[in-house]
Nanobody, 125 residues
Framework: QVQLVESGGGLVQPGGSLRLSCAPSGFTLDGYVIGWFRQAPGKEREGVSSIRTSDGRTHYADSVKGRFTISRDNAKNTVILQMNSLKPEDTAVYYC??????????????????WGQGTQVTVSS
């Protein structure tokens, strides 16, 4: 059974850092775009970042550019989202997602076909 397991969420003060991990179960990341979405209470789901495993190309939402870094750990078959300089507005449930590599990058929302269960990130003093 294909699953995505996120970890690393928690509570952090503004200006702090968190590191989210996404580990697939039942498949390898080769041939996929791995992304992170987030959803805050009362807000629409937002694409945060994505990485294309074929060439390492990355994409970031304007709201996180310069603060978040997405990367792949090949040895562990995981994708990492390093989040620095966190702000209260980064508070949300973060979801790891995958989409088969296609002609468009980043993929259109409906192309993401597997979603993790989500991990809560809370930025508060």
């Amino acid at each position: 059974q294909v699953q995505l397991v996120e970890s690393g969420g928690g509570l952090v003060q503004p200006g702090g850092s968190l590191r989210l991990s996404c580990a697939p179960s039942g498949f390898t990341l080769d041939g996929y775009v791995i992304g992170w979405f987030r959803q805050a209470p009362g807000k629409e789901r937002e694409g945060v970042s994505s990485i294309r495993t074929s060439d390492g190309r990355t994409h970031y939402a304007d709201s996180v550019k310069g603060r978040f870094t997405i990367s792949r750990d090949n040895a562990k078959n995981t994708v990492i989202l390093q989040m620095n300089s966190l702000k209260p507005e980064d508070t949300a449930v973060y979801y790891c997602v995958t989409a088969p590599i296609g002609p468009i990058f980043p993929p259109i929302f409906y192309e993401y076909d597997h979603w993790g269960q989500g991990t809560q990130v809370t930025v508060s003093s």
